[in-house]
Antibody, heavy 116, light 111 residues
Framework: EVQLVESGGGLAQPGGSLRLSCAASGFIFSGYVMNWVRQAPGKGLEWISYIGSAGTDIYYRDSVKGRFTVSRDNAKNSLYLQMNSLRDEDTAVYYC?????????WGQGTLVTVSS | QSVLTQPPSVSGAPGQRVTISCTGS?????????VHWYQQVPGTAPKLLIY???NRPSGVPDRFSGSKSGTSASLAITGLQAEDEADYYCQSYDSSLSGSVFGGGTKVTVL
């Protein structure tokens, strides 16, 4: 079964840091591009970051550039999102998603709350 | 303000047909980038419903169909069922933003 499981969410103070992880299973992880997508409470979906299959092509939305860093370890079938200088508006459920021609599957998400 | 514009809500009686529009611009849908659709039941993660404008992943009922024309796309649900109550999102790529963009979402209510 193709599966993505996110972890690492929690409570962080404004200006703080968190590192999210996404464990992939059931498919050849190294053969797929990956993305992070977030959803603020009661709001819509927002694309955050893209990373190519080899980890060399990387893109971010403007609001997180310079603060978030996406990476992957194909040997460990894992995707990461290092989030620094967190802001209140970063509060959301963060999903890792596979692919680029329609995101599928989606993990269950991990909740990040930024609050003092 | 989402780059792709969707109506906030649509509703229909069981068995009816409803459509959800997704309006973009010349830097996304109008630039011939594909449109994808997702269904999100409250409290759960989104699920891919339509990819590449009009393709259904395995397991998605053929009651769901997608189309695209010019700078817009549409999702149609025929034979509306109670289980179709959910939020629906369109998604594409935007060359001006160099990234993926989503619509604001449409809540479908079955009357």
């Amino acid at each position: 079964e193709v599966q993505l499981v996110e972890s690492g969410g929690g409570l962080a103070q404004p200006g703080g840091s968190l590192r999210l992880s996404c464990a992939a299973s059931g498919f050849i992880f190294s053969g797929y591009v990956m993305n992070w997508v977030r959803q603020a409470p009661g709001k819509g979906l927002e694309w955050i970051s893209y990373i190519g299959s080899a980890g060399t092509d990387i893109y971010y939305r403007d609001s997180v550039k310079g603060r978030f860093t996406v990476s992957r370890d194909n040997a460990k079938n894992s995707l990461y999102l290092q989030m620094n200088s967190l802001r209140d508006e970063d509060t959301a459920v963060y999903y890792c998603v596979r692919g680029n021609n329609g995101y599928d599957p989606w993990g269950q998400g991990t909740l990040v709350t930024v609050s003092s | 303000q989402s780059v792709l514009t969707q109506p906030p809500s649509v509703s229909g009686a069981p068995g009816q047909r409803v459509t959800i529009s997704c309006t973009g611009s010349s830097s996304n849908i109008g630039a011939d980038y594909d449109v994808h659709w997702y269904q999100q039941v409250p409290g759960t993660a989104p699920k891919l419903l339509i990819y590449g404008n009009n393709n259904r992943p395995s397991g998605v009922p053929d009651r769901f169909s997608g189309s695209k024309s010019g700078t817009s796309a549409s999702l149609a649900i025929t034979g509306l069922q109670a289980e179709d109550e959910a939020d629906y999102y369109c998604q594409s790529y935007d060359s001006s933003l160099s990234g993926s963009v989503f619509g604001g979402g449409t809540k479908v209510t079955v009357l």
